[in-house]
């Protein structure tokens, strides 16, 4: 499977891309009833310390939680997930909506810590307004990020997938060719006696059935992981070269055209 079918794939089979309509409508629907919240039973601290306090503790927290959504997006050169960003572009970078919300609730903030007005007046929607966006931010932030890692972990599950079916592929072809190895050395030693005495008097014969017994447990399964490859690989290799010592033997030569192919 190529990587652009894995691109395909990921893109118009994703569970996560088709829901993520709702979560954004659900998050608004959320922050209409923050806002109703807000306007109806938060009362605004009378006292100039007490209110100075709330703004400064608003005000850190939402410069720090930008900072934090912002880092949280920064390419990761050379991982895996920075290839699940390279599909994924749209997710893959800041919300500016996200942004956009941080920011205003952080000089919403910045401005009342400045002045610290009264709660008198229009002055009460201010911080109201500062607390609404500083909502909106946290909740669009939380579904940004959820619809992300939920995308990645996706990928993963995809790719997971790929690899697996990659190594199924290239195991059966090895379990092949050491069978077409094993059967061309078989058929040379009961075909040639010089052969045969040369592979028993450097007990070729006996490693040969040994490595053959150790592919075998391979045919019973469908599914290889990279240790099973490297293992079957390794094999092969030996395989291979016993039929290389053979193709050197002069008696081989006297053989048919077809026992002749090169493996």
Same mark, same amino acid.
């Given at each position: 499977?190529?990587? %652009?079918?894995?691109?395909?794939?990921?893109?118009?089979?994703?569970?996560?891309?088709?829901?993520?309509?709702?979560?954004?409508? #659900? *998050?608004?629907? %959320?922050?209409?009833?923050? *806002?109703?919240?807000?306007?109806?039973?938060?009362?605004?601290?009378?006292?100039?310390?007490?209110?100075?306090? %709330?703004?400064?503790?608003?005000?850190?927290?939402? #410069? &720090?939680? %930008?900072?934090?959504?912002?880092?949280?997006?920064?390419?990761?050169?050379?991982?895996?997930?920075?290839?699940?960003?390279?599909?994924?572009?749209?997710?893959?970078?800041?919300?500016?909506?996200?942004?956009?919300?941080?920011?205003? *609730?952080?000089? &919403?903030?910045?401005?009342?810590?400045?002045?610290?007005?009264?709660?008198?007046?229009?002055?009460?929607?201010?911080?109201?307004? *500062?607390?609404?966006?500083?909502?909106?931010?946290? &909740?669009?932030?939380?579904?940004?990020?959820?619809?992300?890692?939920?995308? &990645?972990?996706?990928?993963?599950?995809?790719?997971?997938?790929?690899?697996?079916?990659?190594?199924?592929?290239?195991?059966?072809?090895?379990?092949?060719?050491?069978?077409?190895?094993?059967?061309?050395?078989?058929?040379?030693?009961?075909?040639?006696?010089?052969?045969?005495?040369?592979?028993?008097?450097?007990?070729?014969?006996?490693?040969?059935?040994?490595?053959?017994?150790?592919?075998?447990?391979?045919?019973?399964?469908?599914?290889?992981?990279?240790?099973?490859?490297?293992?079957?690989?390794?094999?092969?290799?030996?395989?291979?070269?016993?039929?290389?010592?053979?193709?050197?033997?002069?008696?081989?030569?006297?053989?048919?055209?077809?026992?002749?192919?090169?493996?």
């Amino acid at each position: 499977m190529t990587t %652009l079918s894995r691109k395909n794939t990921y893109r118009n089979q994703s569970p996560h891309i088709q829901k993520s309509r709702w979560l954004w409508i #659900g *998050a608004v629907l %959320l922050l209409v009833f923050a *806002a109703v919240l807000i306007y109806l039973y938060v009362q605004i601290p009378a006292d100039a310390g007490d209110r100075q306090s %709330l703004v400064t503790t608003l005000f850190f927290f939402s #410069g &720090l939680f %930008l900072v934090i959504y912002l880092a949280s997006f920064m390419p990761g050169i050379g991982s895996w997930m920075q290839r699940a960003r390279d599909e994924n572009k749209e997710l893959s970078r800041p919300n500016g909506f996200v942004v956009f919300f941080w920011v205003v *609730a952080s000089f &919403l903030h910045l401005g009342l810590l400045f002045r610290t007005p009264s709660p008198e007046g229009i002055v009460i929607y201010l911080y109201q307004a *500062a607390m609404f966006f500083t909502v909106g931010g946290f &909740l669009f932030g939380l579904v940004h990020y959820f619809q992300f890692y939920s995308q &990645l972990k996706f990928w993963h599950k995809q790719n997971q997938w790929a690899r697996e079916m990659e190594n199924r592929h290239r195991g059966n072809r090895i379990l092949q060719e050491c069978l077409q190895c094993e059967q061309l050395i078989r058929r040379t030693m009961l075909e040639d006696v010089e052969v045969a005495q040369m592979m028993r008097w450097n007990g070729l014969d006996e490693q040969v059935q040994r490595k053959m017994n150790e592919i075998v447990l391979y045919f019973k399964s469908d599914r290889f992981s990279p240790e099973d490859i490297e293992k079957m690989t390794a094999i092969y290799d030996w395989l291979k070269n016993v039929v290389l010592i053979i193709e050197q033997h002069p008696y081989f030569r006297k053989m048919k055209p077809e026992n002749q192919k090169s493996v």
